[in-house]
């Protein structure tokens, strides 16, 4: 079974997380408060933001279409292998 083709970008760390936000927007409507939808969106957008700037020391955005999981996308190095709550394993486990 072949590999999704998967896209790997790194997003800047940065206080606004403007390019967080620019990768983002392409996909989800960052409308404001005249939908739920794009509420919800906007609100998720910031949570990835704030966990982000607490946590994280660098930070990627996957996207692919078909399977889950992200096998065989390369970050850092390391090929993706399997995703499970929030875990990521590459190839060497």
Known sequence: MQNPDVTVQEVSMDATGSSLVELLSAKIDLGGTQSPQALRSERFVEDIR???RQRAQRAFVLVWEGNKIPRGAKVLNHTIAWTQH????DDAG
């Not at 929030?86 to 394993?89: A, M, N, P």
């Open 86 to 89: 929030g875990v990521v394993t």
């Open 50 to 52: 704030s966990t982000m």
